[in-house]
């Protein structure tokens, strides 16, 4: 059997397993495209998932999840970014969605930092690099590097890492061609951009900010917002998430 390398692979092979509709996310149900059918947490099940790691198109840094309803006798997709642009869920939803990709056991003591690893993707077969654990060393100097020199890079106007991820904090490395753009978005969290090299645009619907070397802002939870690269660039993207059990 081949490898399926690519999100259009994963989507074209599960449609022909029957997953035929595609789900889109609300704050606390699934809803169909195309008619108003929504399936809450309690009513489907993820039978698996695919995890593309790297920000190439269309697979940003994506899940493709295999998803069921006995219920409503309906099978589908979902397309879900799980690093930096994930939607502000609800715990009940996120929970149905991890319960089978998660490994943590229910007896783990949760104010203990859990010693995470990356787990090896198409984009980045070699995994087992600490994603989180009580003490990450992160050298930006080697991971800007390894940007530049994976294939994603080379084959789209841009790539990332995530060099640091717990449920409440996530650390991406991002690299962009001069040209690319990061279409109108929101965070489900504050976030912080500081710019390593290059030139950026940071637009949002007040303001539009260019930033170089060495310059940084903060954004509020929420605020759609876009990135452009005037020049080829990397910047560090930090996004707080909020407890949303709280």
């Not at 029957?18 to 008619?35: K, M, P, R, S």
């Not at 929504?38 to 099940?45: A, G, K, M, T």
């Not at 099978?75 to 994930?86: A, T």
């Not at 003591?109 to 003490?135: I, M, S």
């Amino acid at each position: 059997m081949s490898t399926m390398t690519t999100v259009s692979q994963v989507l074209n092979n599960l449609k022909k397993e029957g997953y035929n509709v595609d789900f889109n996310l609300t704050e606390n149900c699934l809803i169909c495209n195309g008619n108003s059918l929504q399936i809450y947490p309690d009513e489907f099940v993820v039978d698996r998932h695919y995890r593309f790691e790297g920000m190439t198109d269309p697979g940003d840094e994506a899940v493709v999840y295999a998803i069921s309803s006995d219920k409503h006798n309906v099978k589908g997709v979902l397309v879900d970014g799980y690093g930096i642009y994930s939607n502000a869920l609800t715990s009940e939803l996120i929970q149905a969605l991890r319960y089978k990709t998660s490994s943590s056991s229910a007896n783990e003591d949760a104010t203990a930092p859990q010693e995470k690893f990356t787990e090896a993707t198409p984009q980045r077969p070699v995994g087992d690099r600490p994603l989180n654990a009580a003490l990450v060393e992160m050298d930006l100097h080697l991971f800007k590097k390894q940007i530049k020199e994976e294939e994603a890079w080379q084959k789209s106007d841009r790539n990332a890492i995530t060099i640091f991820k717990t449920n409440s904090l996530r650390l991406v490395l991002v690299g962009m061609h001069q040209g690319a753009e990061m279409k109108t978005h929101t965070a489900p969290g504050i976030i912080t951009l500081q710019v390593l090299e290059g030139k950026i645009l940071f637009t949002t619907e007040e303001q539009t900010v260019e930033m170089g070397e060495r310059q940084m802002l903060a954004l509020h939870t929420g605020i759609p917002h876009s990135v452009a690269a005037i020049e080829e660039s990397v910047f560090l993207l930090t996004l707080a998430i909020p407890n949303s059990e709280k």
